[in-house]
């Protein structure tokens, strides 16, 4: 099946750092990538949907400037935590999804990159 | 709106029971639907997936059928085992968004030996 892998899957930092955490398709070219956050024991929360080539479209109370997200190329997409405090300490889990033969709209997700801010 | 509801758990059963996990949802004309599967400290993976009515979806042993009529998609497994303890999603696609699915809130499962 389609794979999808993220990076880092482990990050510790220091609060009023920005955390960078990449999202790639290797066997597809994934026209939409969303990113999703889980808090423990919780459901995925969708936090942006982004389509390759245009701005990412955030969903409702998600900050735009805090969580910033780029999908230059139909592989790879970016989800950039700025200025990191701790309440942004959590699970971060992208998806994508694209035309190839036999899809039927599921979404491959990567592995989901565990934030943790001091 | 669309929205798609599991049966709360957590769920505990032992080795070699019976398990079924609830879902329904609501939504305009005929999602795909889909159950994930999330194992402690990892991504989601498919597990298995129905696009049309009456469609069953298998995968591990475990079994889905969507039902149209009573808009559900029980998810089912004959016997489990412990490495079936995870963290299972409902979810149905469609919408405007290609590829955006809605969630259930997740239902976790136990398995002892």
């Not at chain 2, 004309?29 to 194992?39: A, C, E, K, N, R």
């Not at chain 2, 149209?68 to 696609?93: I, M, N, P, R």
Request: aromatic residues 12%; charged residues 20%.
């Amino acid at each position: 099946g389609a794979v999808v892998s993220q990076h880092p899957s482990w990050v510790i930092c220091k609060s009023g750092t920005s955390v960078k955490i990449e999202c790639r398709s290797l066997d597809f070219q994934a026209t939409t990538m969303f990113w999703y956050r889980q808090f423990p024991k919780q459901s995925l929360m969708l936090m942006a949907t982004s389509n390759e080539g245009s701005k990412a479209t955030y969903e409702q109370g998600v900050e735009k400037d805090k969580f910033l997200i780029n999908h230059a190329s139909l592989t790879l997409s970016t989800l950039t935590v700025t200025s990191a405090h701790p309440e942004d300490s959590s699970f971060y889990i992208c998806s994508a999804s694209g035309m190839r033969e036999g899809y039927t709209g599921e979404l491959f997700f990567g592995e989901g990159s565990r934030l943790t801010v001091l | 709106g669309d929205s798609v509801t599991q049966m709360e758990g957590p769920v505990t059963l032992s080795e070699e029971a019976f398990l079924t996990i609830n879902c329904t949802y609501t939504a305009t004309g005929y999602p795909s639907l889909f159950w994930y599967v999330q194992y402690p400290g990892e991504g989601l993976q498919l597990l298995l997936k129905a696009t049309k009515a009456d469609d069953k979806g298998s995968n591990k042993g475990f079994e889905a059928t969507y039902r149209k009529e009573t808009t559900s998609f029980h998810l089912e497994k004959g016997s489990v085992q412990v490495s079936d303890s995870a963290v299972y999603f409902c979810a149905k696609g469609g919408g405007t968004s290609y590829g955006k699915l809605t969630f259930g809130q997740g239902t976790i499962l136990t398995v002892h030996p």
